[in-house]
T-cell receptor
Framework: GQQLNQSPQSMFIQEGEDVSMNCTSSSIFNTWLWYKQDPGEGPVLLIALYKAGELTSNGRLTAQFGITRKDSFLNISASIPSDVGIYFCAGYDNTDKLIFGTGTRLQVFP | DSGVTQTPKHLITATGQRVTLRCSPRSGDLSVYWYQQSLDQGLQFLIQYYNGEERAKGNILERFSAQQFPDLHSELNLSSLELGDSALYFC????????????FGDGTRLSIL
């Protein structure tokens, strides 16, 4: 099935570092969502973006909806051990289906 | 807690069998979505229901079917199971139809032996 290109595939960082990941598509998306998934649990919604250029924060997390509507990025500042998990971007395409990225696996070392 | 409840949490069965997965959406949500997550495929959209009616279909096999009941809970039926059907199956719900954030349950892990 269709998936968004998400990078990097995995990240290994030290506690306190900032993290940046992004998601790109060849087609336009109307809404971008960012989720975090912990092992054995369902994806948890972090941030929702509805307009091109929109920049939204949720605590130490900041996400932006790209101006071209074909990309989005997520930044995590001052990472902590509980940030460990898999981060997924997702976007609604022009058929109103939610398409997921391939995920970024984040590992934080103390 | 997302408010979306899925049962059972784990299911182990054999090839050729039939199983039913159940989902209760968040209170007030009318849309229910089903997804399959396997190691090499990520999250794949299967099907969506809105207020009891099928609204959209994704990569859902003919051996799979779903329905949404008047109380808005949904069931996903998987039949003639094959080894490749082993995966996590997630249900999500949202308030409305278009461009709504979806809230996920904790999934049902299906293992086919």
């Amino acid at each position: 099935g269709q998936q968004l290109n998400q990078s990097p595939q995995s990240m290994f960082i030290q506690e306190g570092e900032d993290v940046s990941m992004n998601c790109t598509s060849s087609s336009i998306f109307n809404t971008w969502l960012w989720y975090k998934q912990d092992p054995g649990e369902g994806p948890v919604l972090l941030i929702a973006l509805y307009k091109a250029g929109e920049l939204t924060s949720n605590g130490r997390l900041t996400a932006q909806f790209g101006i071209t509507r074909k990309d989005s990025f997520l930044n995590i500042s001052a990472s902590i051990p509980s940030d460990v998990g898999i981060y997924f971007c997702a976007g609604y395409d022009n058929t109103d289906k939610l398409i997921f990225g391939t995920g970024t696996r984040l590992q934080v070392f103390p | 807690d997302s408010g979306v409840t899925q049962t059972p949490k784990h299911l182990i069965t054999a090839t050729g069998q039939r199983v039913t997965l159940r989902c209760s959406p968040r209170s007030g949500d009318l849309s229910v979505y089903w997804y399959q997550q396997s190691l090499d495929q990520g999250l794949q959209f299967l099907i969506q229901y809105y207020n009891g009616e099928e609204r959209a279909k994704g990569n859902i096999l003919e051996r799979f079917s779903a329905q949404q009941f008047p109380d808005l809970h949904s069931e996903l039926n998987l039949s003639s199971l094959e080894l490749g059907d082993s995966a996590l199956y997630f249900c999500a719900s949202s308030v409305g139809l278009l461009n709504q954030p979806q809230h996920f349950g904790d999934g049902t892990r299906l293992s086919i032996l």
